[in-house]
């Protein structure tokens, strides 16, 4: 399937519109498999146009470590446990603050089906933890049933507020489950019903 954006600047745009959706540090391998998976640019012209963000300043490269000896364990029985703890760095890419004014500056000029498609595999990667998300629910008696409230907060603000009808005991407690174990799946969800990503639920 040939890839839908071939000019350098709308590549760029769509890089650092997706990169600022996800939110998050990611290495380069994840942010490539991300940017491809919609087949909207093709593998060379999106490596060319990543690392000419990174050298104008609009992506940073993060050094982050790994392996790093557990406090309080000052001593190793043998080399091979000592080796265990050696830290290992691997590099991270986000986008810095003039790459996020450029995404949201100029992110209208892509098409509208290459945004909802971005914004779609956006979804896909989107981590509450990793983003220091909150995520809380609560509920209230309503007359024979029960109103369910599922929030999630981020240092942005509100991502998510909620509030369904749940007839029964039983039917409260699914939803308080389910919310718990899956809030990012019940988030996707609902973007994708109010969006229109899924109309089939909606067919007669």
Known sequence: MASQ???????KIFIL?????????LDYPSIGSIMMQDGIVNFFDFAQ???????????REIIAEKGE???????????EEENEYEPTTTVLYEVTDKGRHV??????????????KSYRSALRHLSFERQGA??????????????????????????????????????LKRMLNN??????????????????DVNYLFED
């Open 5 to 11: 954006l071939k000019k350098e600047d709308e590549i």
């Open 17 to 25: 519109y997706l990169l600022d959706k996800i939110g998050y540090p």
């Open 49 to 59: 146009c990543f690392f000419a963000l990174v050298d104008a300043g609009h992506i």
């Open 69 to 79: 000896r557990p406090e309080g364990d000052e001593s190793a029985e043998s080399e």
């Open 103 to 116: 995404a949201r500056v100029l992110s209208d000029s892509l098409m509208v089906s290459v945004r909802e």
């Open 134 to 171: 909150y995520v809380d629910q609560s509920y209230r008696p309503d007359g024979e049933g029960f109103l369910v409230t599922c929030a999630i907060k981020d240092q942005k603000g509100v991502v998510m507020d909620l509030t369904v009808r749940a007839d029964s005991e039983y039917q």
């Open 179 to 196: 919310y718990a174990e899956r809030p990012e799946v019940v988030f996707r969800g609902v973007v994708a019903l109010l969006s229109g």
